[in-house]
């Protein structure tokens, strides 16, 4: 079935530091990819999408490249903030029947002045 | 404002007593789900809805039940919780993803539901 295997956190940086977030995926067919991020005491909000090969999404600084050579879509932020405090996930939807979603266990990362 | 509501958002209940934990959107979305978070585990589907009256199971559905009788609420009953079921609850909405291959639309999620059962 479909998987998705993202970087153990915590991570924890200083402001201004690149953040790299490693996610690799199993799955069948050709699924859509999605980082999703959770702020403190919120649900999740979608962050990015990609929805097919080399397709790249980006939103508020983060970007992801849909690789299906090696399966991947990590993400990336060149200069972190405060602000991006949070818990990331990776998420994909290979648009079977119930259009699940299938979750990363998340990634905390926590960003210091 | 575009919204998935989730109420209560903090509960704390015993073994056995039967609870519901609603949620309700009002974007006339068509899919509904719920999934459960752990730590550890991410976020797993329990149940899900393409429809009113068209629901069917997640990857856990034990021990849950799910109705949808109007568009917009999509309840989460536990008829005898247990504390297994301790856990942080969230609703999911999005229109019909119904445009294709590898169409998608995006799912909004309620603030969650934490859920503790002693």
């Known amino acids: 079935g479909d998987s998705v295997t993202q970087m153990e956190g915590p991570v924890t940086l200083s402001e201004e530091a690149f953040l790299t977030i490693n996610c690799t995926y199993t799955?069948?067919?050709?699924?859509?990819l999605f980082w999703y991020v959770q702020y403190p005491g919120e649900g999740l909000q979608l962050l990015l999408k990609?929805?097919?090969?080399?397709d790249k999404g980006s939103n508020k600084g983060f970007e992801a490249t849909y690789r299906k050579e090696t399966t991947s879509f990590h993400l990336e932020k060149g200069s972190v903030q405060v602000s991006d405090s949070a818990v990331y996930f990776c998420a994909l939807n290979s648009g079977g029947s119930n259009y699940k979603l299938t979750f990363g266990k998340g990634t905390l990362l926590t960003v210091n002045p | 404002e575009a919204q998935v509501t989730q109420n209560p958002r903090y509960l704390i209940t015993v073994t056995g007593k039967k609870l519901t934990v609603t949620c309700s959107q009002n974007m006339n979305h068509e899919y509904m789900s719920w999934y459960r978070q752990d730590p550890g585990l991410g976020l797993r589907q329990i149940y899900y809805s393409m429809n009113v009256e068209v629901t069917d199971k997640g990857d856990v559905p034990e021990g849950y039940k799910v109705s949808r009788k109007e568009k917009r609420n999509f309840p989460l009953i536990l008829e005898s919780p247990s504390p297994n079921q301790t856990s942080l609850y969230f609703c999911?909405?999005?229109?019909?993803?119904?445009?294709?291959?590898?169409?998608?639309?995006?799912?909004?999620f309620g603030p969650g539901t934490r859920l503790t059962v002693l």
């Open positions: 799955a069948t067919g050709y699924p859509s």
């Open positions: 999911a909405s999005s229109l019909y993803p119904d445009g294709g291959l590898r169409s998608y639309n995006e799912q909004f």
């Open positions: 990609a929805t097919k090969a080399d």
